[in-house]
């Protein structure tokens, strides 16, 4: 294999190669999405455990043309639907009124609740008889009592009281108490399946309890062109909602089917008033017709027809039938004083379309008045209108009604006249006929009036009877099978993502708070061309930092063998066959510039080169610690200073299987190291090691802190410069690409120390490497 491959040189990624890296930057954290996931499904179990379970139920009605009802409707109507107005209905069937008629109904002034470990339920009713004593006006205030059963007795607590109120043998009836209810389990068997359970029992205001029913009944039209609402309530109970939708739409029928009935109601009294008057009048006329024949004697009148009789008894009957108007005229003209808001009788048997039509024209503007007077107030602009409508109609049918009368008087008049001329031709007939004739007319005008009254009653009886209910029912309520809330399958697809975002939300905020480089892309972005030699896992045994044995196959090992081959492609090619300067050196301490320049010269000497290792950072030396040396032995501080002294004397061995391998410590820390390496004496040893040793690796100070290894970085063929995986701040990159940059070090190459398994790459030469904790 080419190991010249091993040197990793930057180049720019593409979108794809950079969106791949950011997956594999997340998929490192994989058991925190895992641990995410898990937490955030059991917290949704835990939701839904003891979370109230909500049920909706809906039912479906449709309108019915109030004119018509169940039967089939006219043209005008199937043209013309503007005479249903389904937000009045929407208005009426969600008003007080009604809602409070459910409420005592179905006496949902009384909240039924089963106590759980964490979770309290609404339900519908107890499993024991409950008898409420207190009536619904008598509820005033809101109270609530908590009921235990235990096994020979309920305790009863008031409110928040400790105090409870002890009823042996489950049966209130047979004890004295003031509770505003009775309890009894009518069966022994039921007991056991409720012991030791607790309920709840709450009163609620009718006020309060109709506003709450108001505010969660939803009514709504079912289409734009629909005559169809929808009914929809929600309730912990499946069969409560049911039966509360159920009973509104009831009690809103019922009260359609009661203002039909008005009309009906008020034409039976309006008759039934009339008949006392008409039954007196008729016994008077009766009594009269007999006490004449009785005081004159006559028992039987015989006339003659002849044709002056018979045009007389035409005019007679035409005067009947105008004088029949008259009466009915001014009976209707007596109604005429009642309120505005009262209803007409119609179809008394006045022959006259126009005020029959304002009659029916009024009671339809009274039940418009009526209803929405209901739902709006007296002082709803729209009442204010209809009251002015109603009392501009009444005053037309009082209008038309004078009208009528004069036009009647006026026929009658010519009637009267074109009878004196036929009672002239008959003026034979005895003047006792003539006033018998009379009084026998007024007793049939009364008698046709009183029948006529009498059927119109009993037609009106019949639609009493048989009133069309208001609405149809196209659907009754029916619950969900499942609850609406909360919603199961919302509540994990939240918690999924949920617990994919938390992680992924901490894992980023990580990162873009972490400013220490992890890797090799982290560095390739900013640094340019400048190659990458390699990078160096993280050994997790800190106590074998240095590999001291030459055929070592550790990981660490052969990471050190690929970067001293690699070094090779960065130093000058030249002819001369002297020994090559290589510097460690890094930004900041710590970055492990001693530990890669020992085990670099170690990884040199292994393959039989003649390596010396200078300790030249001469303000904090470290490569004795790593020897077991003494710190304060002559080095290269010490040659530095003294023209006299031989730096191959002072040379030590530091490790024994390297017999290739020497090292030139740092020697004493002296006052001037600056001076000491820029007075000639540094390079004259350069230039003498050069002849003994192939390779001279010099560990050097930070460059960001002291200036010393600039000043002799001239002397390097080559420069390893280290960074350090989670140590080195990424700003600082910029720093050393400067340097490089500039020529203030010359063929620099980056290595990356303790780079973690999920950062770097695998060194494939018969190893896996697995990177451990940090150097």
């Keep these: 294999m080419n190991q010249e491959q091993n040197i990793l040189t930057p180049r720019r990624n593409d979108q794809g190669e950079t969106i791949k890296h950011e997956i594999k930057k997340y998929l490192s954290y994989w058991y925190w999405f895992v641990l995410g996931i898990i937490l955030a499904f059991i917290g949704a179990y835990l939701y839904l455990r003891y979370t109230p379970k909500i049920y909706s139920s809906s039912a479906k009605i449709k309108i019915l043309n109030k004119t018509k009802g169940l039967e089939l409707p006219s043209s005008a109507f199937v043209f013309n639907r503007s005479n249903i107005n389904l937000e009045n209905e929407i208005e009426i069937l969600k008003s007080y009124r009604i809602i409070e008629d459910v409420v005592k109904k179905l006496d949902l002034t009384v909240e039924y609740y089963e106590e759980g470990n964490i979770l309290t339920t609404q339900i519908d009713q107890f499993p024991f008889k409950f008898t409420k004593t207190k009536s619904n006006d008598s509820i005033i205030n809101f109270s609530s009592y908590k009921i235990v059963v235990k096994a020979n007795e309920f305790q009863v607590f008031r409110g928040e009281s400790d105090k409870a109120i002890v009823i042996p043998n489950h049966n209130s009836y047979n004890v ?23 309920f709840l029992l709450k009163f609620i205001p009718v006020p309060s309890a109709t506003r709450k029913l108001k505010s969660n009944i939803n009514v709504n039209k079912l289409g734009k062109d629909s005559d169809l609402l929808t009914l929809s309530y929600s309730s912990q109970s499946r069969s409560l909602a049911s039966t509360t939708i159920n009973n509104v739409v009831e009690v809103f029928n019922n009260d359609g089917v009661t203002d039909r009935q008005q009309v009906s109601k008020r034409t039976i009294d309006f008759i039934d008033e009339r008949f006392k008057y008409l039954a007196f009048e008729l016994d008077s006329i009766e009594i009269g017709i007999k006490d004449f024949k009785k005081s004159n004697n006559i028992i039987n009148i015989e006339t003659d027809a002849d044709l002056g009789l018979s045009q007389r008894t035409v005019s007679e009957n035409q005067v009947f039938e105008v004088e029949n108007q008259l009466v009915i005229s001014d009976l209707l003209s007596d109604t005429m004083n009642q309120s505005d808001s009262d209803l007409l009788p119609a179809n008394v048997g006045i022959d006259n379309a126009n005020i029959n039509g304002l009659i029916s024209q009024h009671n339809d503007l009274v039940f418009e008045r009526n209803k929405l007077v209901t739902s709006a107030g007296e002082n709803n602009p729209t009442v204010k209108i209809l009251n002015d409508k109603l009392a501009s109609v009444k005053s037309n049918i009082k209008t038309s009604l004078n009208s009528y009368e004069l036009q009647l008087n006026a026929t009658k008049q010519q009637l009267v006249r074109k009878n004196q001329k036929y009672a002239y031709q008959v003026s034979s007939l005895p003047l006792k006929e003539k006033l018998l004739r009379s009084r026998e007319r007024q007793q049939a005008i009364k008698q046709s009036l009183y029948l006529f009254l009498l059927q119109k009653r009993e037609e009106a009886a019949i639609n009493l009877a048989i009133t069309e209910p208001s609405i149809k029912v196209v659907e009754y309520a029916l619950s969900s099978g499942s609850p609406i809330s909360p919603n199961s ?201 050069k002849q003994v040793y192939d390779y001279i690796i010099i560990d050097t100070a930070p460059t960001i802190l002291v200036t010393d290894t600039l000043l002799i970085s001239k002397h390097a063929d080559a420069t390893i410069y280290l960074l350090r995986a989670d140590h080195t701040e990424k700003n600082l990159l910029e720093f050393s690409k400067n340097l490089s940059d500039s020529g203030k070090i010359k063929n620099m190459a980056y290595v990356i120390n303790g780079v973690g398994s999920n950062k770097s790459y695998g060194y494939n030469y018969g190893y896996n490497y697995g990177y451990g904790s940090k150097n």
């Design 176 to 198: 004295n108490h003031n509770l505003p209810f009775e309890l009894q389990f009518e069966h022994p068997s039921q007991v056991s399946a409720s012991v030791d359970k607790t």
């Design 489 to 689: 399958k919302n509540i994990y697809l939240f918690a999924l993502v949920a617990g994919l975002f938390l992680p992924f939300a901490s894992i980023y905020a990580y990162n873009l708070l972490d400013t220490k480089i992890k890797g090799k892309d982290d560095v390739t972005v900013r640094v340019g061309n400048i190659p990458i030699l390699a990078e160096l896992p993280r050994i997790k045994n800190n106590k074998n930092l240095v590999f001291d044995n030459p055929t070592d196959r550790s990981v660490q090992s052969e990471a050190f063998r690929i970067l001293s081959a690699n070094v090779n492609y960065i130093i000058p090619t030249g002819e001369d066959a002297m020994g090559k300067v290589i510097y460690c050196t890094s930004t900041i301490k710590g970055e492990g510039k001693t530990y890669v320049g020992i085990n670099l010269s170690l990884a040199l000497s292994s393959i039989n080169k003649k390596v010396l290792l200078v300790g030249a950072d001469l303000r904090n030396p470290q490569i004795h610690s790593y020897i077991s040396k003494d710190k304060n032995l002559q080095g290269l501080s010490n040659y530095l200073h003294d023209d006299t002294l031989d730096w191959k004397r002072i040379v030590v061995k530091g490790f024994e299987k390297h017999p290739n391998h020497e090292i030139l410590l740092s020697g004493d820390i002296p006052p001037n190291p600056t001076q000491l390496l820029t007075n000639g004496r540094f390079e004259t040893l350069l230039n003498e090691a």
